[in-house]
């Protein structure tokens, strides 16, 4: 769960080594500010939702660090996460090699402090063996990454190059009844999405057009929205004095019987 930038370039804007360690901890860290840790909380909720749903294989797209992957892996047989920072990548491995990670966080200027987290600090252990990592594009996904009973899509669709061939194709990539979450705060920005390619944020037809609305037009051929949306905050630490706090719009969707997508970008 990340805003990451899927785009064609290999600057992501995510590759830093600060990023990576505020991402480290946004993921491993430390509660900021009494506001719960944001991809464990996702996993959760997706947990609720699931019910007496199979629960063989999730996908966990966009996953930066991990947390989310190892979290959704309590309850899943396997779990996928794929990003395409090979940082962030990179981090989330060597976390399932050795059970740890080691960065140094700002604290102010050119002052860090170091820190250790661990899976058995999070009562994660178990969960290494079931997750694997990938680097790869959300837009451009390997067909390997298909039959989920879950895809989770954390912090992604707005800093996606093509959100909507990205939303066409995903219906081939789960199983029906199978569920795709969806979590954004709808940042829209041209540094990452070409506004052409926005799904919502804008005027049409006289009329606001919400990136709930575009949702609904890429997603309604194919899913049913199971809970109205949500907002789930969730807090990155950049120095021991400044924090971003943001809402994430949080939307369920089941995957309903049917023909799978040709990937095709809806009208």
Not at 62 to 70: E, L, Y
Request: aromatic share 10%; with cysteine.
């Amino acid at each position: 769960m990340t805003s990451l930038n899927a785009s064609a370039s290999t600057d992501t804007g995510y590759e830093s080594d600060r990023q990576l360690a505020e991402y480290a901890e946004f993921h491993f860290g430390d509660m900021v500010y009494g506001v719960p840790n944001f991809p464990k909380a996702l996993a959760e909720l997706a947990f609720a939702h699931m019910q007496d749903r199979p629960r063989r294989r999730a996908l966990d797209l966009g996953c930066a660090v991990g947390r989310a992957s190892f979290e959704l892996a309590r309850q899943f047989d396997s779990v996928d996460g794929v990003d395409f920072s090979h940082n962030f990548i990179r981090m989330a491995t060597s976390m399932v090699d050795t059970g740890a990670v080691h960065y140094a966080r700002v604290e102010e200027g050119d002052l860090v402090s170091d820190h250790t987290r661990t899976l058995e600090s999070l009562g994660l252990s178990d969960s290494a063996r079931k997750v694997g990592f990938y680097q790869g594009d959300a837009c451009n996904l390997d067909t390997r990454f298909s039959d989920y009973d879950l895809v989770l899509a954390a912090n992604l669709i707005d800093r996606l190059y093509r959100p909507r061939l990205f939303l066409d194709s995903i219906p081939a990539r789960i199983r029906e009844g199978g569920l795709l979450i969806i979590a954004s705060p709808y940042t829209w920005m041209e540094e990452h999405t070409p506004k052409e390619e926005w799904i919502g944020g804008y005027w049409k037809d006289g009329r606001r057009y919400t990136t709930l609305d575009g949702l609904q037009n890429h997603l309604g051929g194919h899913f049913r929205l199971i809970d109205p949306p949500r907002k789930v905050p969730f807090v990155i630490r950049e120095t021991q004095h400044k924090c971003q706090h943001s809402l994430s719009e949080v939307t369920v969707w089941e995957r309903l019987p049917g023909p799978e997508t040709d990937g095709q970008p809806a009208e």
